[in-house]
């Protein structure tokens, strides 16, 4: 069990240990550096290899705060016992955890104040690994972001702040997560300023998946992303295919089949007018305009990869492919 729980007054005195990856995490991170706030140390994925050389390659998080100047650790295992002791020592009064890996309890459980976490969703709905995506595919019309305390069970923890905004009807997963990161990133500073100035309570969220206070609609899950989820079922209505694309742009994108090649979705318009031909079969005019057929209309390819190809806007694949 942490120790007891003493806030400091001042945040000049809050020691902050930092955990994330990706680029969402940096906005997060960026934001606290220029509220003032002392990052003791930060916690990031260790270096990989990647590219064609296969070149040890440094995490978003790790390039922003070798930038700072902050003391970085890059644990391979996180109940790494001197992983453990090193932030042991860091004596932190809370960790933040923004796009990073699970944490164990001996982690989570460290600071006095508590771990908190900013999640891509309007918890309790969406608890999981991919909130965005599946709030896009599913054709929620908004979302937001909470910023919570960790428990046990992932993502039930108390939520402490939500802001909502609304998902545009042509809006990509990808567009949702850059205003995401920077709406998540303001919501963190105001979470840590009202945990400082006592002005916060927390809200504790339902375990199960009926109707609560907090969602009047029974609670809808976020589960990783697999290459299955991706593949494009063309006997399905064509609102349901135009969602799917969108929550999966631009990555790791929709995919269909394009005579016997992968054909990546990244944009597309739909159509309902009725279908002339079978779902899944395509037509085009080998200038301007190729589109598959959904249950009830057509997909209108916009801009597309095919296996072994670039990623480029219709008309320029149409001049280069020969059907």
Known sequence: MP????????KKDLRIVFMGTPEFAVASLDALVKAGYPIAAVVTAPD???????????????KYALEQGLRILQPVKLKD????????????????????RMLPEVVWNMPPMGTINVHGSLLPQYRGAAPINWAVINGEKETGVTTFKLQHEIDTGNILLQERFAIGEDETAGEVHDRMKETGARLLVQTIDG????????????LTTHHS???PQPL?????????TCRIEWNKPVDEIYNLIRGLSPFPAAFTLLNGKTLKIFRAKKNT???LIPPGTYESDG??????????????IQELQLEGKKRMKVEAFLRGYKF
Request: charged share 25%; no cysteine; aromatic share 8%.
């Open 3 to 10: 120790a007891q729980q003493t806030v400091p007054s001042n």
């Open 48 to 62: 990989k290899p990647a590219g064609r050389g296969m070149k040890l390659t440094e995490s978003a998080v790790k």
């Open 81 to 100: 016992p001197l992983f453990v002791d090193a932030l042991r020592s860091l004596k932190a009064d809370i960790q933040i955890v923004v796009a990073f």
């Open 195 to 206: 945990l400082i100035n006592g002005t916060i309570e927390e809200t504790a969220q339902p």
């Open 213 to 215: 206070p907090l969602t």
């Open 220 to 228: 809808k899950h976020a589960p990783k992303i697999f290459t299955e």
């Open 273 to 275: 007018t009725a279908p």
């Open 287 to 300: 200038k301007q305009f190729l589109r598959y057929a959904g249950k009830d209309g057509y997909i209108e």
